[in-house]
């Protein structure tokens, strides 16, 4: 079975304090990877696919790298409006099934 | 995220009743995914429709839930009598093909009194 582990849980920055959020994943057959972000009452916003090991993806203050074990979301500089907490999912196997993590809470404190 | 639309947005059933959720997937998307989030606790696949079949429902409950995305119409998630432990969000999504990025509605809070 398909398992998808985000670390940490919870994450204290300062604003523009820089940091890195972690989601390793064991899957058979990695088809691509996503990240949302989630702000609470809301649906997930999607952020960003990376489909294969080297693969990097950037928006604004936000940058996805893909290993063939993990993935990284580099947060530079962050303002608190970025506070929210951040998904990371894997497509895998002969159909659409999509696979979430449990996903880390970001706090950013001005 | 405002592409896919679910109605309602919050719900209030007692136990026993049924509770029917509606998903319009995006403009040109054929393919739905339900998912359903407890409190702290993360997205849990339960069912991929395309119109008129069920590709996978392999995360949804044997009993009491069923889903349907018919030719015409939104994709419906029902639950017949409802019980304490189906109070949760139920989030709706869609994509146009397989391997595509898929995209989420706002959600649809289940409350059961």
């Known amino acids: 079975e398909d398992q998808v582990t985000q670390s940490p849980e919870a994450l204290r920055l300062q604003e523009g304090e820089s940091s890195s959020l972690n989601c390793s994943y064991t899957?058979?057959?990695?088809?691509?990877l996503f990240w949302y972000r989630q702000d609470p009452g809301k649906g997930p916003e999607f952020l960003f696919t990376?489909?294969?090991a080297g693969e990097e993806k950037e928006k604004e203050r936000l940058k996805a790298t893909l290993t063939k074990k993990e993935s990284f979301l580099h947060i530079t500089a962050p303002k608190p409006e970025d506070s929210a907490t951040y998904l990371c999912?894997?497509?895998?196997?002969?159909?659409?099934?999509?696979?979430f993590g449990t996903g880390t809470k970001l706090q950013v404190i001005p | 995220n405002a592409g896919v639309m679910q109605n309602p947005r919050h719900l209030v059933r007692r136990r026993g009743q049924e509770a029917r959720l509606r998903c319009s997937p995006m403009?040109?998307?054929?393919?739905v995914y339900w998912y359903r989030q407890l409190p702290e606790e993360g997205l849990k696949f339960m069912v991929y429709?395309?119109?008129?079949?069920?590709?996978?429902e392999s995360g949804m409950p044997k009993e009491r839930f069923s889903a349907e995305f018919p030719k015409e119409g939104p994709s419906i998630l029902r639950i017949q009598q409802v019980v304490r432990g189906d109070s949760a969000a139920y989030f709706c999504?869609?994509?146009?093909?397989?391997?595509?990025?898929?995209?989420f509605g706002e959600g649809s809070w289940l409350t059961v009194v």
């Open positions: 999504a869609s994509s146009p093909r397989m391997e595509n990025t898929i995209y």
């Open positions: 999912a894997v497509l895998s196997g002969g159909y659409q099934k999509v696979t």
């Open positions: 429709l395309q119109k008129e079949n069920i590709i996978d």
């Open positions: 899957v058979s057959g990695l088809r691509g």
């Open positions: 990376l489909y294969s």
């Open positions: 403009k040109g998307h054929s393919h």
